[in-house]
């Protein structure tokens, strides 16, 4: 389980990397997207994919970890 914090630009390279993945991209090569990230990331029942963000998912297990020792 994760209990230290990824550096913002570790956890902006794999969302990149998600990214690149689900759209086919590479660095070189721009492409249109029809969706924007922010509306892949939104819960399934709201309508959205359920990606998940890195940032985000790296600040839930920290806190999972957290709550795990306190008791």
């Known amino acids: 389980m994760l209990t230290y914090q990824l550096p913002k630009n570790v956890c902006n390279q794999l969302d ?3 990214r690149r993945f689900l759209w086919g991209g590479s660095e070189n090569k ?3 997207h029809l969706v924007s990230w922010e ?3 939104v819960p399934k029942r ?3 994919l359920g990606l998940r963000r890195m ?3 790296n600040n839930v297990l920290m ?4 709550w ?3 008791l």
Request: some cysteine.
């Open 16 to 18: 990149c990397l998600n």
């Open 30 to 32: 721009r492409a249109l």
């Open 39 to 41: 509306d892949l990331c």
């Open 46 to 48: 709201m309508g959205g």
């Open 55 to 57: 940032e985000l998912d």
């Open 63 to 66: 806190q999972k970890t957290a």
């Open 68 to 70: 795990r020792f306190s």
